[in-house]
C-alpha cells in the first residue's frame, strides 16, 4: 500500500546544485535518482545488491503485458527503433525517441497516474517507413519477450498493421483502468488492462479465484473461466511452467546468485520467492510474506504481484519491484512512530470494537532505491507491505520511506507550483519553511500508523478487499491520510522529536487542501478520476469543505484557490471522515463506500481543471515524473564470483532502457 508524491511541499536544499532533472518530454520530466548509501555497504551486501537489482530488471516486462495485451508487442517495435535511430531522419528520430520515453516511463502508452491513453506524434506511414529501415539495419531479427523474430518484410508489416489501432486509435482502449466508466459499460470490458479475457463482472458472480493476486482470467468459448496462472514451474516438472515463465524463471536464476551473498535470515526469504515463482502457490506467497516482514536488513526488496490499483475489480496483482539501502540519517523518525503505533491506535476516533489491542510495531525504515521497476514508479515515496491482511495482524508489516525520491522529485519541482496555487501569503510562507519536514512526516505517518491501523469485524476473515471492491484501495489510502493528519496535532509527536514546531503541522494541512487543485492538471482530459491516490485527496477535501467549512473556494483577479480557513474545524472533519471510513473498512460497507467516493472523490468540473492546467503551463514544471536509477557494474573474478561493484549515476534513460532490453534478446 503506498503514498505517492503529489503534495510538492517543498524541494530539498541539497539537490539544488546537482541537478535532478535530467530530461523532458512534455508533461513528464526525468529526473535521476542516487542512492550514496550504497558506498557504506560491505563487498558482499553490494554484491547481494546487484544480483537482486538483476533479478528486478528481469520482471520489468511483465508489467507491459498487464497492462495491455499489446504492450509487450509495441514494447519490442520500439526498442528495434531506438537501437537503429541513426537511420531514421532527425524529425522522425526525434517524433519517435520522444513517444518511446514516455512509453517506458510508463510501462505502456497509458499514464500511469491519470490511466488515460497518450498518443505520438507520428503518423502510421512514419512508423511503417521506420520500422522498415530499423529491419533493413538489422532489427526484428531474433526473438524478444518470448515473441518470434519478424524474419520478413511481410511479417513485419503484418505486425504494424496488427498495432496500428493500440497505437493510434484514441477510441481504442482508452484507459487501462475504468472504475467509473461511462454509460453501462462493465468496468473489466472499459478497462485495457490484460488480467481478464473476455470476462465480465457478471461472469464472476459465483467465482472465487483461486490465484487471486498471480493469474489471468479468461473465459472460454464454452463460457468456463480459466486462471492462467504466473509460475516458472518447479525444476522437477511437476508443476509444469504458466504465463510470464521465461520472465520469473531468469529472475529466479538472479535470485539464487542472491542467497550466495544474503545476509542472516535473508537466504530463506529468497528461498520462499522462489518457491513462489516456481509453483504459483498463493500459500508460498503468504510464506514468503511471513519469512520477508519479520527480515530487515540493510540491503531489502520487493519483488513480485502485489498492488491491485490497475485491476477495476481490486484483485489482480501487478508486476513490481524495487531494491533499497536504508538511509541512516531519517530511519530513526520511522522507528519512533512504529515503536508508539498503540499509543496513536488507542487515540485513534473510531468505535472501540474497531480498535487494535497489542499492535505489533511495524519495522520502519528510511531508505534510497537503488533501482525501481514493473508498477513501481518514482512517484511513490511511502510503501507499506505486505498487503495481506492476515499476514499484518499476526506478523506486522514494513514500511518504507523514500527519501531519494522524494528529494528528487522536490529538486525538480521547485517553488513556483506553491507560489502559484497557494491561497495566501502565510501558507507559502509555511509551506518553505515547513514543508519538506512535512512531507517526509506525512509519508511516515500514512505508512507506519495508517495502513497498519484498524480492526476488521469477525465476519471478514482474510479482509475488507472481497466486500468494498472498486472502491477498497481509495478508502484505503484516504483513511491512511487521514491517519495522518488526525495525528500530527497529538502532543506526543513532538515530544518524541518528530517535528521542529507547530508549523509542520499547520503546512501539512495546507498542502492536502491544495493537493486536491494542483491535481487536477495531471487530468488532461474527461471529467472523471481514475488513480486511487488522487480520488482519496479529492475525497478529504471535498468531504470536510462540506461538512465542516473548514475549507472555502475562493475567486481572485479570475483564479481559483482552495483556501484553508479554520484548522480546527478540518481537524474535527479529519476524524468524523476517519471514523466513518474505519467503520465502513470494518464492516464491508459497500454501499457506503460507493456512496462517499461517488459524491465527492469522481468527478471534477473540467472548466476549472482548464484553469489549473493554463496556470501550471505558464509556471512549465512536469505535471508527471519518471525515475533514472542508479546503475551497478559488477567484476568478477575467474571462479564467476563477484568481486567489486561499483555504482554509477547514467542521466541517459534511453541507454538505461535499451541495455534492460538486450537481457531479452532486443536487436
Same mark, same amino acid.
Given at each position: ?11 530539498? +536544499? ?105 498518443? /505520438? ?57 475504468? @472504475? ?67 520472465? +520469473? ?14 545476509? /542472516?535470515?535473508?537466504?530463506? =526469504? ?54 533499497? =539501502? ?40 528510511? =531508505?534510497?532505491? =537503488? ?26 508489516? @514494513? ?75 481509495? +478508502? ?85 484557490? +482552495? ?21 465502513? @473498512? ?35 514544471? /512536469? ?45
Amino acid at each position: 500500500m503506498r503514498v505517492t508524491f503529489l503534495l510538492l511541499l517543498a524541494p530539498a +536544499l541539497w539537490a539544488a546544485e546537482s541537478g535532478s532533472l535530467v530530461d523532458r518530454v512534455g508533461a513528464t520530466g526525468f529526473i535521476q535518482l542516487q542512492a550514496e548509501s550504497f558506498h557504506q555497504l560491505t563487498p558482499r551486501q553490494q554484491a547481494l545488491t546487484y544480483w537482486l537489482t538483476q533479478a528486478s530488471i528481469a520482471i520489468d516486462p511483465i508489467n507491459y503485458d498487464q497492462n495491455s495485451a499489446f504492450g509487450l508487442r509495441q514494447k519490442r517495435l520500439l526498442e528495434g527503433l531506438m537501437l537503429h535511430q541513426a537511420v531514421l531522419k532527425p524529425d522522425l528520430r526525434r517524433k519517435i525517441s520522444e513517444y518511446t520515453r514516455l512509453f517506458w516511463a510508463n510501462r505502456g502508452n497509458h499514464n500511469e497516474m491519470t490511466a488515460q491513453k497518450f498518443l /505520438p506524434e507520428f503518423t502510421p506511414d512514419e512508423l511503417r517507413v521506420a520500422a522498415q529501415l530499423a529491419f533493413a539495419a538489422g532489427a526484428y531479427k531474433s526473438a524478444a519477450y518470448g515473441l518470434p523474430p519478424l524474419a520478413t518484410q511481410a511479417e513485419l508489416d503484418g505486425e504494424i498493421q496488427a498495432l496500428k489501432r493500440s497505437i493510434f486509435d484514441p477510441a481504442f482502449e482508452p484507459l487501462i483502468t475504468a @472504475k467509473s466508466p461511462e454509460g453501462s459499460l462493465d468496468i473489466l470490458h472499459a478497462s485495457a488492462n490484460n488480467f481478464y479475457s473476455g470476462v465480465s463482472m457478471a461472469d464472476l458472480k459465483d467465482f472465487q479465484d483461486a490465484h487471486p493476486l498471480n493469474s489471468r482470467l479468461v473465459k472460454t468459448p464454452d463460457g468456463k473461466l480459466i486462471e492462467e496462472v504466473y509460475r516458472a514451474g518447479t525444476p522437477d516438472g511437476k508443476i509444469p511452467p504458466g504465463r510470464y515463465a521465461e520472465f +520469473l524463471g531468469k529472475a529466479n536464476n538472479f535470485l539464487e546468485k542472491a542467497r550466495a551473498y544474503a545476509e /542472516p535470515g535473508q537466504d530463506a =526469504v529468497l528461498a520462499a520467492l522462489i518457491r513462489y515463482y516456481q509453483t504459483g502457490d498463493p500459500q508460498d506467497w503468504i510464506r514468503f510474506g511471513i519469512a520477508w516482514v519479520q527480515n530487515s536488513p540493510a540491503v531489502d526488496f520487493a519483488n513480485g504481484f502485489i498492488e491491485v490499483y490497475r485491476d477495476a475489480r481490486a484483485a489482480k496483482g501487478t508486476s513490481q519491484s524495487f531494491v533499497t =539501502v536504508t538511509d541512516r540519517k531519517l530511519t530513526g523518525l520511522m522507528a519512533k512512530i512504529a515503536a508508539n503505533a498503540q499509543y496513536f491506535e488507542d487515540r485513534a476516533p473510531w468505535a472501540a470494537q474497531y480498535k487494535k489491542q497489542g499492535v505489533k510495531p511495524p519495522m520502519a525504515k528510511a =531508505v534510497e532505491s =537503488v533501482i525501481e521497476t514493473g508498477d513501481f514508479h518514482v512517484n511513490t515515496v511511502g510503501d507499506n507491505l505486505p498487503n495481506e491482511n492476515e499476514i499484518r495482524e499476526k506478523y506486522a508489516s @514494513k514500511s518504507f520511506l523514500f527519501t531519494g525520491s522524494s528529494r528528487a522529485i522536490s529538486s525538480a519541482a521547485g517553488w513556483g507550483a506553491l507560489e502559484e496555487f497557494a491561497a495566501s501569503p502565510e501558507e507559502i510562507a509555511v509551506c518553505k519553511k515547513y514543508g519538506e519536514e512535512a512531507s517526509d512526516l506525512m509519508t511516515a505517518l500514512h505508512e507506519v500508523i495508517g495502513h497498519g491501523s484498524g480492526k476488521l469485524s469477525p465476519r471478514l476473515q482474510g479482509g475488507s478487499e472481497a466486500y468494498l471492491k472498486e472502491y477498497f484501495s481509495t +478508502l484505503e489510502e484516504a483513511r491512511a491520510d487521514l491517519m495522518a493528519l488526525w495525528n500530527v496535532t497529538d502532543p506526543k509527536v513532538r515530544e518524541l522529536g518528530l517535528m521542529s514546531g507547530p508549523g509542520v503541522a499547520k503546512a501539512m494541512y495546507y498542502s492536502s487542501v491544495r493537493v486536491a487543485l494542483t491535481q487536477l492538471q495531471r487530468i488532461p482530459k474527461g471529467d472523471t478520476i481514475e488513480e486511487d491516490h488522487q480520488r482519496n485527496r479529492q475525497l478529504i477535501v471535498n468531504y470536510i469543505m462540506e461538512q465542516t467549512a473548514a475549507i472555502r473556494k475562493i475567486e481572485r483577479n479570475g483564479k481559483t484557490y +482552495l483556501q484553508l480557513v479554520d484548522f480546527d474545524k478540518m481537524h474535527q472533519g479529519v476524524g468524523m471522515l476517519l471514523a466513518e471510513l474505519m467503520r465502513i @473498512k470494518a464492516e464491508g460497507d459497500y454501499p457506503a463506500i460507493k456512496a462517499l467516493i461517488d459524491k465527492y472523490a469522481v468527478h471534477f468540473d473540467p472548466k476549472l481543471r482548464d484553469q489549473v492546467a493554463a496556470r501550471y503551463d505558464k509556471l512549465d514544471i /512536469p505535471s508527471y515524473w519518471c525515475g533514472i536509477n542508479s546503475d551497478l557494474t559488477a567484476t568478477f573474478d575467474p571462479a564467476g564470483k563477484v568481486a567489486s561493484v561499483a555504482v554509477s549515476y547514467p542521466r541517459d534513460f534511453v541507454r538505461q532502457q535499451l541495455s534492460y532490453a538486450a537481457m531479452y534478446g532486443v536487436q
